[in-house]
């Protein structure tokens, strides 16, 4: 997965978990650029988890239980 691909999934995945809105990502990354990084930095602020893939494994792990 290229770069691009991996910030509209990590967007998309994102918004659609209630994470942050397309209006708060957009103007993270208008201010800060627009990189997977910002995303996570978004991410950490919110959740707490440094990475999208750390967030999705322990969310998962704790449904699980």
């Known amino acids: ?3 691009n ?3 509209i ?3 998309d995945i994102m918004v659609d978990l209630g ?3 397309d209006e708060e ?4 990354t208008a201010l800060c650029g627009r990189t997977v990084q910002v995303l996570e930095d978004v991410l950490y602020i919110r959740t ?3 990475s999208l893939k750390q967030f999705l494994e322990w969310e998962l792990d704790e ?3």
Request: proline share 0%; glycine share 10%.
């Open 1 to 3: 997965m290229d770069t």
């Open 5 to 7: 691909e991996r910030m």
């Open 9 to 11: 999934v990590t967007w």
């Open 19 to 21: 994470i942050a809105t």
């Open 25 to 28: 990502l957009g103007l993270a």
């Open 48 to 50: 707490g988890y440094r």
């Open 63 to 65: 449904a699980e239980e």
